[in-house]
């Protein structure tokens, strides 16, 4: 093998070895209707005025959940799928969260990706006690109206239905940005 030769193959393999590490870097990270190809926490400190928007979709009993139901309590939309690395592993976080401010705190799962029977199959499995509603595959109103660009994606809603905070990416921000919420 000539050197040159040898300088391609070895370039070949760096350049496949780059393409894996952005594969696998890219984690959970998608736009809906569009492949985003890359890893990022962002938080968005919402202007107070802006209102959640309302929504229903079917809940893992079979029955219509709207968000507007849950007025009077500070509300955890957590947009997630079984097949998200970084969404699952956050879980245990959600769990002591949702037990430490349990009554005054929702969390919901809006599932995104997921068949239904996959869906059902993660609540079950990971033990996950709050309310989980089902956004069928391909069907991304709720994921444009709410502007979701990764996954996980958690968007804390006040007590009145007021936008507080999105955090997008697992990242401990996220329980920090809680816990002073739930101070107030």
Request: a positive charge; proline letters at 3%.
């Amino acid at each position: 093998m000539t050197k040159t030769e040898d300088m391609k193959k070895q370039l070949t393999v760096i350049a496949l070895l780059l393409c894996m590490t952005a594969a696998a870097m890219a984690g959970c990270r998608q736009q809906a209707g569009n492949n985003g190809n890359s890893v990022s926490t962002t938080s968005r400190q919402s202007n107070a005025a802006e209102m959640a928007p309302d929504f229903s979709l079917k809940s893992i009993d079979g029955k219509t959940f709207t968000l507007s139901s849950l007025r009077g309590k500070v509300v955890v939309i957590d947009f997630w799928g079984s097949w998200c690395g970084w969404c699952i592993k956050g879980m245990p976080e959600m769990k002591k969260a949702y037990e430490k401010y349990k009554g005054q705190l929702e969390i919901v799962g809006v599932d995104c990706g997921d068949t239904d029977a996959k869906w059902k199959s993660a609540v079950k499995e990971l033990g996950l006690p709050w309310i989980h509603v089902y956004n069928p595959k391909g069907i991304g109103s709720i994921l444009d109206t709410y502007g979701i660009q990764g996954f996980p994606t958690k968007v804390i809603v006040g007590k009145n239905g007021e936008l507080l905070k999105t955090v997008v990416g697992e990242d401990p921000e996220f329980y920090t940005a809680l816990d002073e919420i739930m101070k107030k």
